[in-house]
């Protein structure tokens, strides 16, 4: 058997983060071989992990990645079972190394499944494989629930302190000021809009409002020949608070948020990314 070294612990330690005598027993095990005793590792700790799987995942934490150019972003949303693993510095690098991969990687919309698979940026390691060896050191079921990125000719992100919800924002050029950016991520986590344009609103929530507010017109007796402009009126009221173009800012009263955009030098907001626990 090898002589197993002080150092070849520390080396499995560091690139795993699991505990040190469970690196030298991996080790040990392995005969000194440094990717078999990682690979036993990995095995013994996503067995651990089925037997969780169906514990509660209500907490979490929602992390952004934005490109240099700040042509792109990605924003994740990895769930965990209590709020102070949410906040140990190892779920934090966890949240902060999926959304880097999700960014690296070419699709838009990326399946949960194809995500756990990325390469995480700069190491030899998946996104599968710092949930496991996350898991190892924290011993709570861990579950990637949201993945999304987004393009455009700017974005922006921002994640609300509690890092339990999240934006990213693409627009059509960048803003002058910046801030004009940052004021509509807050706006859109306050909001949560349904669409970006009133269009866009899917069909049946406009239908379900239309009757609703007929219903209501014919309740309370009102005329049939006014019954038609009540309803019109409440779902174009309905689409103001819910398409985000339409709707007033919320840091800039009586401005719809098409006329703040278009006083920072943006015509229009291509994407929208929205993720919060427990949504």
């Given at each position: 058997?090898?002589a197993?070294?002080?150092a070849?612990?520390?080396?499995?330690?560091?690139?795993?983060?699991?505990?040190?005598?469970?690196?030298?027993?991996?080790?040990?095990?392995?005969d000194?071989?440094?990717?078999?005793?990682?690979?036993?590792?990995?095995?013994?700790?996503?067995?651990?992990?089925e037997?969780?799987?169906?514990?509660?995942?209500?907490?979490?934490?929602?992390?952004?990645?934005?490109?240099?150019d700040?042509?792109s972003?990605?924003?994740?949303d990895?769930?965990?079972e209590?709020?102070?693993?949410a906040?140990?510095?190892?779920?934090?690098?966890l949240?902060d190394n999926?959304?880097?991969?999700?960014?690296?990687?070419g699709?838009?919309?990326?399946?949960?499944?194809?995500?756990?698979?990325?390469?995480?940026?700069?190491?030899?390691?998946?996104?599968?494989?710092?949930?496991?060896?996350?898991?190892?050191?924290?011993r709570?079921?861990?579950?990637?629930?949201?993945?999304?990125?987004?393009?455009?000719?700017?974005?922006?992100?921002?994640?609300?302190?509690?890092?339990?919800?999240?934006?990213?924002?693409?627009?059509?050029?960048?803003?002058?000021?910046?801030?004009?950016?940052?004021d509509?991520?807050?706006?859109?986590?306050?909001?949560?809009p349904?669409?970006?344009?009133?269009?866009?609103?899917?069909?049946?929530?406009?239908?379900?409002?239309?009757?609703l507010?007929?219903?209501?017109?014919?309740?309370?007796?009102?005329?049939?020949?006014?019954?038609?402009?009540?309803?019109?009126?409440k779902?174009n009221?309905?689409c103001?608070?819910n398409?985000?173009m339409?709707?007033e800012?919320?840091?800039?009263?009586?401005t719809?948020v098409r006329?703040?955009?278009?006083g920072?030098?943006?015509?229009?907001?291509?994407?929208?990314?929205?993720?919060k626990?427990?949504?």
């Open positions: 058997m090898a197993i070294t002080a070849q612990v520390k080396a499995l330690r560091e690139e795993t983060g699991l505990p040190m005598m469970e690196c030298k027993s991996a080790l040990v095990e392995a000194g071989n440094a990717q078999e005793a990682k690979d036993l590792l990995q095995r013994k700790y996503k067995g651990k992990m037997k969780r799987a169906g514990n509660v995942t209500g907490e979490g934490r929602v992390a952004i990645a934005v490109a240099d700040r042509k972003g990605a924003i994740i990895v769930r965990c209590s709020a102070p693993v906040k140990t510095d190892r779920f934090i690098q949240a999926i959304a880097r991969a999700v960014l690296a990687q699709e838009v919309s990326p399946s949960l499944q194809s995500a756990l698979g990325l390469q995480l940026v700069g190491q030899n390691r998946t996104v599968e494989d710092d949930i496991t060896d996350t898991f190892g050191l924290i709570e079921n861990i579950k990637l629930e949201g993945v999304r990125k987004v393009c455009g000719g700017f974005v922006c992100g921002y994640v609300h302190h509690d890092a339990k919800t999240g934006v990213l924002v693409a627009l059509d050029a960048v803003p002058n000021p910046e801030s004009v950016a940052i509509l991520c807050h706006h859109v986590t306050f909001t949560n349904m669409a970006i344009h009133r269009e866009q609103i899917p069909e049946p929530e406009i239908t379900k409002m239309r009757s507010a007929r219903e209501i017109a014919e309740s309370e007796g009102k005329p049939a020949q006014v019954i038609e402009k009540i309803v019109e009126g779902v009221a309905f103001a608070e398409a985000l339409d709707q800012h919320v840091k800039v009263p009586k719809k006329d703040v955009l278009r920072g030098g943006v015509n229009d907001v291509l994407d929208i990314a929205f993720l626990i427990g949504a």
